[in-house]
């Protein structure tokens, strides 16, 4: 990780290395992430959406790549591709009319529409503005980049409108085309990522979830950075740091790049203490909690982040050897399953937590 950091910063001189220096020790030292409860909201419904396209691993192996090593080193045995035809937006779109028809909602009733992905349509406008063309909402709707950490970022902006009393029915998506990010000939990257589009539309309880019978809310919530690490996962090319040139494009720059063993310990450490300081701030134990649904990035990460937590592994949801890494979908997606599945009622507590690029994380108890 130093040497990343020691590369990054020589675009920036002496000075930008040693304020990266700086923030990474202040990091280290201090409390991480920002606690924070948003009461009285619900999640209404769920739906996604995954393109038809089955990538299994043995169709991988024209590539070089190791099906026995994909499912021992990942747990991912398929993904889902979206056709070249289809773009962010498209799979929101389609995530949304599930989501819509399972709450019972109108376009007309949407007041807020957030959409978490880092693979828009378009640098800009943003695809949260196509999707709100193509469902015809009269609402606001902005993009949110935080990567695998987008979603539980989207959920708590949605939240904080809809307990601030600004919004009654936000639609939240995470949706990414991760396909289109990572390198064909990187081996060991390519296979980890499919595309899908998960959504929520959150509104108020009808209950106080301060009230003895518990009505729902995020409990608690913590959501943090730590941009000192920024570069163990990044697209070098096609910002203006670096625009896109001819010769970037050349050297693979366009692609994600990722240092897997630095990702993997932070992962597991950045879940193991903001999920303790999450159920400390709310007052529950973890034998409480009926689901977790962690950002579904590699079993070995999901094994070892839960290994400190008093659940069994029954409660843990795991849907990643289906879909494999679909950065700011994943948690929606594992949502709208657990639900489809009958996995989750009224009063139930639910963990959630997402982490990824930036570095970044949210992680959040929700009563159900």
Sequence with gaps: MENNLNAAASTGGQAGQSKR???CDAAKLETRGRMGTALGVRVLATGSYVPDQIVTNEDLAELGCDSDWIVRRTGILRRRRAADNQATSDLCYEAALRCMDNAKVSPSAIDLIIVATITPD???PSTACHLQRRLGAVAPAMDINAACAGFMYAMTTA???IAAGNAKCVLVI???????TVDPKDI??????????????MTPDDQDASDSEGGSGLLSYQIGSEGCGGEMLCIPAGGTRQPLTPDAYAEGQQYLTMDGRSVFKWAVRVFDESAKQVLDAAGVGADQLELVVLHQANQRIIDSAVSGLNVTAEKVFVNLDEYGNTSGASIPLALDEAVQGGRLKRGDYVLLCGFGAGLAWGTALLRW
């Design 159 to 161: 939240s904080q409108f």
């Design 122 to 124: 378009h640098p800009t």
């Design 174 to 180: 995470g949706a990414d085309l991760m396909s289109r």
């Design 21 to 23: 220096a700086d923030a």
């Design 188 to 201: 060991k990257t390519y296979p980890l990522f499919g595309d899908a589009a998960g959504a929520v539309i």
